[in-house]
């Protein structure tokens, strides 16, 4: 067992912790982006460096950035912490926790059934996920640009706002 | 510590799993619902690549891949949509959002 | 393809009004609703014509095949013999002048075009009645009629209570219909057909007279017949169906409906004729029914209602004739009573337009002078309806009943008697309405004089109604038979058991002087004495006895008492029984489900998500204990 992994594997999860037990949303996103980088180290140890770089590039980066981006845009502060300190109550997260913890027991059970000879971590060269990519995944990538473009346009077409303006005589719906 | 890598992946992979779930469970504010899937997208994909490693394949990294994408797309619709329901509702409250109940 | 046409082109004008009534001009539905009665006219006296000149030979025309099943087929086959020829002229003639009234009558409604595709309906379904070669189809007819009478008669349907009238008509005449339909089935198990003409060749070989079978249908046809023509004891919708407009009333009273069930019984006089018991309780029916409904019509003070029940008496005289087995004398009564009785309503219509809508006769009077046109065709009717001697025709028919009621072999004293009491009452009553109306002091003020689209048809109908009677004059007055001798082939000639020409001049002479005699009354009655008149009914018991006359001999309030109060009586027990329960049970327990589901939709994210985590739980919990028998 690697020792790099074991701290990465505990900064995981205690970053994780303190992401939902935090009430201040800009602290509990500092902290996923903590959580994520660990899990970027992980990545790394088990022989993935090129998603290691992805998910520090595009998860850490780009969409932690993009939410944190929107949460300052909207200006949500030490109000909305108050509601959340509100809303956490034992009474509302008890019952969730236990049915939880129950889902996890299960998991950690069927994951430690697993009784094969250990193979040892292998290191899959980025050249091998290229390859497959653009093989016999080559239909799922062009599926996942069209999702993502779905995406951009979803996102432009909702996040229009349809503001009232008034004329003299009629009653417009302008794009704004 | 004798623990199997793959197993100790995996473990991690249900762990972080399972603490989202716990997020978006107990969680009002619609954002941070957002960033508990996030949570979960992830170990999700954590999973994959610990698969892949096991078997010295590529497809779970493959996998990975989709979901990083799908996680992107996820969240500019995602966040989209919470500014409506920002600017139509004034609240990120989810429970808010209960009109078309039975 | 002659006959089909004639109820076809009136189907048509209703096909056509009933669609786009609303798009067309009013002129538009004027032509085409009274275009279309009138070119069936046209076409059923071309095909008269045709009939007549061929030697009275039928007409038979096979349209298409309706329904077949093995063992029993069904055409929508048209034949026209000398009795359908008769009944087709009166409708389509009598219809179109009653449809170009009512395009006067009912200028100013805003359903104008509804009323006319009800009118071409009706007349189309008394067609297909009158000309239906087999008992199936003239069923079809017969409950087009039906529905036709209820569709009209709820015309106004804005009042409930010309939608009670409405339903009264229907369901009535429903009980006859009911008895008409097991006759129709009686009849089709016994001889496996339901054409008539079979029917009639076939009868007399199957049954002795007398079979207690015949007399079983012959019962049933005439339960159907009672019905429509609303004789003793299912009178009692027609004086209620006054609720419809005038021009209605005169359709329903002169040319359809009403003289459906003397049509039916003429059509089917074969079976009657196996069966003398039948014969004997339609005469009976008939005399009581012209007597009860005479009384009534004395003491009515709705000008319609006076009318209604006269035309209740009358249809009374042909059924008087039709048991008497006098055929071709009840329907001589029936075209000459289509004539007065159509010109009467007509004319009393004229009056209650011209009054606003008023139909009370004691707030009438002195309309000589206002309206003297309407006066004198009013009159005319009038001495029809009372059978005036030697100038109307009235006379000439009803005097024909009168002494074939006796002479004949199904006469009998009593029979003459009620008949020549009933000429008595119709003296009085029609002479009391027409002194009532135009004579006396004036109470009211003309609102609207009626126009020549009202009048014109009132004219040929007074005129139709002088002349009619000198195609059938009896022994002693000239001895023309050109109607019975048009009938002969269908309809067999009275046998006579009588023929004395004294006791027929004793018989006429009779009838002359009561018809003459009430109209004194009538005179005394109400303009030379009427205060004594006015003391005499306030003699006790009088008015009791007065008000049960209006009321119809109480039928009503009978009628209610035997059938309508125990049925409600017992749909009320029945209300809550256990099969209800059922019901409701099964209701109630899916509204249960329905609000436990619906709470589970509670719209709060949280727990779908919830629902979800459970499900995840249940899927592992289940999977675990299958791979290792641990839960």
Redesign the interface.
């Known amino acids: 067992m690697d020792i790099t992994f074991i701290i990465a594997a505990f900064i995981a999860v205690l970053a994780t912790l303190r992401v939902i037990t935090c009430y201040h949303i800009m602290h509990a996103l500092l902290y996923l982006v903590v959580s994520l980088l660990a899990v970027a180290v992980v990545l790394f140890t088990y022989g993935a460096p090129f998603m290691a770089v992805l998910e520090i590039i595009i998860y850490a980066g780009a969409i932690m950035v993009l939410i944190i981006f929107f949460v300052m845009m909207l200006n949500l502060g030490l109000e909305t912490a108050e509601n959340e300190k509100a809303w956490l109550r034992p009474r509302i997260w008890i019952v969730p926790g236990v049915f939880c913890f129950v889902l996890l027991a299960e998991l950690l059970y069927l994951i430690l059934q697993n009784k094969q000879p250990a193979a040892g971590i292998q290191i899959v060269p980025p050249k091998q996920v290229g390859m497959a990519l653009f093989g016999p995944y080559l239909i799922a990538v062009e599926l996942t640009g069209i999702l993502l473009m779905a995406g951009i346009v979803g996102a432009y077409h909702l996040g229009r706002q349809h503001k009232k303006t008034l004329h003299r005589f009629l009653e417009n719906n302008l794009d704004t | 510590?004798?623990?199997?890598?793959?197993?100790?992946?995996?473990?991690?992979a249900?762990?972080?799993?399972?603490?989202?779930?716990?997020?978006?469970?107990?969680?009002?504010?619609i954002?941070?619902?957002?960033?508990?899937v996030?949570?979960m997208l992830?170990a999700a994909?954590?999973a994959f690549?610990?698969a892949?490693?096991?078997?010295?394949?590529?497809?779970?990294?493959?996998m990975?891949?989709?979901i990083?994408?799908?996680?992107?797309?996820?969240?500019?619709?995602g966040?989209?949509?919470?500014?409506?329901l920002?600017?139509q509702l004034r609240s990120?409250?989810?429970?808010e959002?209960?009109?078309?109940?039975? | 393809m002659l006959p089909a046409l004639i109820p076809a082109i009136p189907f048509l004008g209703a096909c056509i009004l009933m669609l786009c009534w609303k798009r067309i001009s009013r002129s538009a539905v004027t032509v085409i609703g009274c275009g279309s009665v009138g070119l069936s006219a046209v076409v059923a006296l071309i095909v008269a014509a045709t009939v007549a000149s061929a030697g009275k030979q039928p007409l038979v025309q096979h349209v298409w095949q309706w329904m077949q099943v093995p063992g029993f087929a069904a055409g929508i086959d048209f034949r026209m013999d000398a009795l359908s020829v008769v009944f087709t002229l009166v409708i389509t003639v009598v219809g179109f002048l009653i449809h170009v009234y009512a395009t006067g009558y009912m200028h100013d409604d805003e359903d104008y075009g509804r009323f006319f595709a009800c009118m071409n309906l009706f007349v189309g379904a008394m067609l297909v009645l009158v000309m239906a070669d087999n008992l199936l189809l003239l069923y079809l007819g017969w409950e087009g009629v039906g529905l036709c009478s209820y569709l009209l008669i709820g015309f106004w349907y804005k009042d409930p209570a010309n939608n009670y009238a409405a339903r009264k008509a229907f369901l009535v005449t429903r009980v006859g219909d009911t008895a008409m339909a097991i006759a129709l089935f009686l009849l089709f198990q016994y001889m496996g057909t339901l054409n008539i003409q079979r029917l009639l060749q076939e009868a007399p070989v199957l049954w002795q007279k007398g079979d207690p079978a015949i007399t079983l249908i012959a019962l049933l046809l005439l339960g159907g017949a009672v019905g429509k023509s609303a004789q003793l004891p299912l009178q009692t919708w027609l004086p209620d169906a006054m609720a419809g407009p005038t021009p209605v009333s005169a359709l329903i009273h002169a040319a359809t409906m009403v003289t459906a069930g003397v049509y039916l019984i003429a059509r089917m006089h074969v079976v009657f004729e196996l069966s003398p018991a039948a014969q004997t309780t339609t005469a009976v029916i008939g005399a009581i029914t012209l007597l009860m409904a005479g009384v009534s019509a004395l003491v009515q003070t709705d000008i319609k209602r006076v009318l209604a029940y006269s035309t209740i008496s009358q249809i009374g005289y042909m059924f008087l004739a039709l048991g008497c087995g006098a055929w071709s004398a009840a329907i001589f009564h029936f075209v000459t009573h289509a004539f007065f009785k159509a010109l009467l309503f007509m004319a009393a219509g004229a009056v209650i337009v011209a009054l606003h809508h008023e139909q009370d006769m004691f707030k009438m009077g002195g309309l000589k002078k206002s309206l003297p046109a309407v006066c004198w065709v009013f009159l005319i009717g009038c001495a029809s309806l009372t059978a005036i001697p030697f100038i109307t025709a009235g006379f000439y028919s009803k005097d024909q009943i009168i002494w074939l009621s006796f002479a004949a072999a199904g006469g009998h004293k009593v029979y003459w008697l009620a008949a020549v009491l009933g000429a008595l009452l119709t003296g009085m009553y029609t002479f009391r309405m027409f002194f009532l109306v135009f004579y006396g002091e004036a109470k009211t003020t003309v609102h609207r004089i009626p126009g020549p689209v009202m009048m014109v048809p009132l004219y040929i109908l007074s005129v139709l109604t002088t002349v009619a009677g000198f195609i059938e004059l009896p022994h002693t007055l000239g001895h023309v038979t050109l109607f019975s001798n048009w009938l002969l082939p269908v309809l067999p000639a009275v046998q006579m058991a009588q023929d004395s020409v004294v006791m027929e001049w004793l018989s006429q002479l009779a009838s002359a002087a009561v018809a003459l005699g009430g109209i004194c009354l009538a005179y005394v009655w109400v303009l030379k004495r009427p205060q004594g008149m006015v003391d005499f009914l306030s003699m006790p018991g009088q008015v009791w006895l007065q008000g049960f006359w209006k009321r119809g001999w109480d039928m009503d309030a009978l009628n209610d008492a035997l059938i309508v109060r125990p049925f409600v009586y017992l749909s009320q027990i029945n209300r809550k029984d256990l099969i209800d329960k059922i019901y409701t049970g099964t209701a109630q327990l899916m509204e249960m489900c329905h609000n436990l589901m619906a709470r589970t939709q509670s719209g709060i994210l949280r727990w779908y998500i919830m629902g979800v985590v459970l499900g995840a739980v249940a899927i592992l919990s289940v999977l675990i204990w299958r791979l290792h028998g641990v839960v």
């Open positions: 510590m004798n623990l199997h890598p793959t197993t100790a992946g995996l473990l991690l249900g762990i972080l799993f399972v603490l989202g779930l716990i997020s978006v469970l107990i969680r009002r504010n954002i941070f619902m957002l960033l508990s996030e949570i992830n994909g954590l690549v610990v892949a490693s096991h078997w010295g394949q590529a497809d779970g990294q493959v990975f891949m989709f990083l994408a799908m996680a992107a797309a996820e969240v500019s619709v966040l989209a949509l919470i500014l409506q920002y600017h990120l409250d989810s429970d959002a209960s009109r078309m109940n039975g």
